[in-house]
Structures are given as C-alpha cells and as structure tokens.
T-cell receptor, first 111, second 115 residues
Framework: DAKTTQPTSMDCAEGRAANLPCNHS???????VYWYRQIHSQGPQYIIH???NNETNEMASLIITEDRKSSTLILPHATLRDTAVYYC????????????FGQGTELSVKP | GAVVSQHPSRVICKSGTSVKIECRSL??????MFWYRQFPKQSLMLMAT?????????EQGVEKDKFLINHASLTLSTLTVTSAHPEDSSFYIC???????????FGPGTRLLVL
C-alpha cells in the first residue's frame, strides 16, 4: 500500500474550517484514500473514503486532486470535540481489509 | 454506523498471568476482525487479522503463541495475552468489518497494565 505524508500537528479555531492535507504521491490507480480519526484514549473512528471523486458526508468532505497524489480532509465547522489525531490511509480495496496507520496529524481545535 | 465493543476496558494483571480481551460486533456480523496495539504517543500497529472459523494471520514480528486469537463466531473475537510481562502493557484495539464491505469499525480499546 502507498505511503502517506501528513503534517505532525495543526491548530484550528473553533467554528472555522479545518483543512487537513495528505500527500500520497505513489498512490496506485486501484487504491482508495481513507480517513480515520482517534480521539485521545479511544478507538479510531471512520470518517470518509474516496477513490477519485470528491466525497462528502455528515462529518466531512474529502477533496482528491485530479492526479490523485494528494487529498484534503475538510471539517467545515470545527468544534472542540474534533480535537483528535487524524489518519490518512491509502489501500487497495477488497484485498483483506488491512489498515496500516501512519503517524497522522494531531489537530487541536482551540476556542 | 456499526457498534463494536471490547471487554474489559481496563485490566491490571501480574506478570506471568494470561489475560483475555473480547471484541464483539453488536449489530452486524463481522467476517473479519483485526487486532491492533498502540503504545503511548505512537500510532496503531496491526497485530493480526482474524477471519471467522479460520486461523488468524499474524503480522511479521508478532508472536502467535503469545497472542492467541480466536474468532469462533461472526460476532466475537478474543485476544489472549499469554504469560504477560510488563512490556506487553499497551492499549489493545480491535476492529471489525462486514463481508464484502471495506469500512472497519473500531472498538473503544482495552488498556492492559502488567505489573
């Protein structure tokens, strides 16, 4: 599975949009981009995933560049409860389901 | 979403004893479950993949005789840490997925402290 690069940490003001970038320059055509987050001392939570089209759900939006070498997770109106470590993972679908976690981005939402 | 539970949430045990951790999918059938370990300030590390009714597949470097995994039903997988030592103290997290679906749903984790 392709390797991802994320900033170690980011800050965001409460109520503002949080834009979390992820580079995956070696992504293959059949690899999806997944985002999970982990609030302190809890299990990870699925946020969203996509292949090449932009995706939106009740939690977030995922913007994937046309060349698929990078993506951005957008939390439109960040709250203090969105403070967590956000993991961007790329993997091939329908091949056993393994998720390999990198170091992620520690997002701090501040009042 | 789907709900995955773990029991116990915390456990303290003496060195040399064995500890069993349960992972349950509460509202769906999980053909595949995964076990992860997470040390403080580190990311999750996949330990093994467990398919219902078959032997678990362990990641490189994970001792299968030390971390016994059983996935006897579509809603339950267990991880037994045998002869636990202080270096096994960690946060153990399971996840589960439905057959032919990609999303993994994670349990809340079990914090193990071996004295």
């Amino acid at each position: 599975d392709a390797k991802t690069t994320q900033p170690t940490s980011m800050d965001c003001a409460e109520g503002r949009a949080a834009n979390l970038p992820c580079n995956h320059s070696t992504i293959s055509g059949n690899e999806y981009v997944y985002w999970y987050r982990q609030i302190h001392s809890q299990g990870p939570q699925y946020i969203i995933h996509g292949l090449k089209n932009n995706e939106t759900n009740e939690m977030a939006s995922l913007i994937i560049t046309e060349d698929r070498k990078s993506s951005t997770l957008i939390l439109p109106h960040a709250t203090l409860r969105d403070t967590a470590v956000y993991y961007c993972i790329v993997r091939v679908a329908y091949q056993g389901g393994k998720l390999i976690f990198g170091q992620g981005t520690e997002l701090s939402v501040k009042p | 979403g789907a709900v995955v539970s773990q029991h116990p949430s915390r456990v303290i045990c003496k060195s040399g004893t064995s500890v069993k951790i349960e992972c349950r999918s509460l509202d769906f059938q999980a053909t595949t479950m995964f076990w992860y370990r997470q040390f403080p300030k580190q990311s999750l590390m996949l330990m093994a993949t467990s398919n219902e009714g078959s032997k678990a597949t362990y990641e490189q470097g994970v001792e299968k005789d030390k971390f016994l995994i059983n996935h006897a039903s579509l809603t339950l997988s267990t991880l037994t840490v045998t002869s636990a030592h202080p270096e096994d103290s960690s946060f153990y997290i399971c996840s589960a997925k439905r057959d032919r679906q990609e999303t993994q749903y994670f349990g809340p984790g079990t914090r193990l402290l071996v004295l």
